[in-house]
Nanobody, 116 residues
Framework: VQLVESGGGLVQAGGSLRLSCAASGRIFNIDAMGWYRQAPGKQRELVAYITSGGRTTYADSAKGRFTISRDNAKNTVYLQMNSLKPEDTAVYYC???????????WGQGTQVTVSS
């Protein structure tokens, strides 16, 4: 499974960005996809994920501001981020979980920088 992210960049506080993650390869055992982030000096943390059935889960920091969605026809998951804050600055990683082997795939990461 290959994951290719896009959509990161520099934005002012209060602005919006949309991240995209396109999955390819042996994706038929993927049961959930999501986004994690890692800020300098901090551990990687969950932002949001969505199951193949459409159930979503958000970190408290993302609730009310971020929306995760997926286009099954395009094998793509999106993260719409609104009302961005400087503390949202991090490298955002796409994740795909394979149920058969309980294995996680990761994208290369995309930088999101929010200026104050």
């Amino acid at each position: 499974v290959q994951l290719v992210e896009s959509g990161g960049g520099l934005v002012q506080a209060g602005g919006s960005l949309r991240l995209s993650c396109a999955a390819s390869g042996r994706i038929f055992n993927i049961d959930a996809m999501g986004w994690y982030r890692q800020a300098p000096g901090k551990q990687r943390e969950l932002v949001a994920y969505i199951t193949s059935g459409g159930r979503t889960t958000y970190a408290d920091s993302a609730k009310g501001r971020f929306t995760i969605s997926r286009d099954n026809a395009k094998n793509t998951v999106y993260l719409q981020m609104n009302s961005l804050k400087p503390e949202d600055t991090a490298v955002y990683y796409c994740n795909a979980h394979e149920s058969l082997r309980d294995f996680n795939y990761w994208g290369q990461g995309t930088q999101v920088t929010v200026s104050s």
